[in-house]
């Protein structure tokens, strides 16, 4: 069976710093470009950033550009989502998705996918 596993969310602070993780299991990475979305209550699912299969092609959303940072370790089959700055508006459910066979990263609208993770909660809130 294969699988992707979100972990890392959690309650942060306005301005404080949490590190997802997306694991594979049953299946290798290597081949896949990664997305990460995020789905706040009540809005569509959105696209906030990507990396190739190699890692040496990211994205960004503007909203998040400048704070997030992807990256991905092959060796241990895990695309990792730093996230520094957080702002209330973070606050969502991020998923980790296979986007397909990229050597550059191309995120097309969440409902064209089918490999997701099951999420993991991060609220930002004092």
């Known amino acids: 069976q294969s699988q992707l596993v979100e972990s890392g969310g959690g309650l942060v602070q306005p301005g404080g710093s949490l590190r997802l993780s997306c694991a594979a299991s049953g299946f290798t990475l290597d081949y896949y470009a990664i997305g990460w979305f995020r789905q706040a209550p009540g809005k569509e699912r959105e696209g906030i950033s990507c990396?190739?299969?190699?890692?040496?092609?990211?994205n960004y959303a503007d909203s998040v550009k400048g704070r997030f940072i992807i990256s991905r370790d092959n060796a241990k089959n895990t695309v990792y989502l730093q996230m520094n700055s957080l702002k209330p508006e973070d606050t969502a459910i991020y998923y980790c998705?296979?986007?397909?066979?990229?050597?550059?990263?191309?995120?097309?609208?969440?409902?064209?996918?089918?490999?997701w993770g099951q999420g993991t909660q991060v609220t930002v809130s004092s």
């Open positions: 998705v296979v986007l397909g066979i990229q050597p550059m990263c191309i995120m097309r609208p969440a409902n064209e996918y089918d490999y």
């Open positions: 990396i190739s299969n190699s890692g040496g092609s990211t």
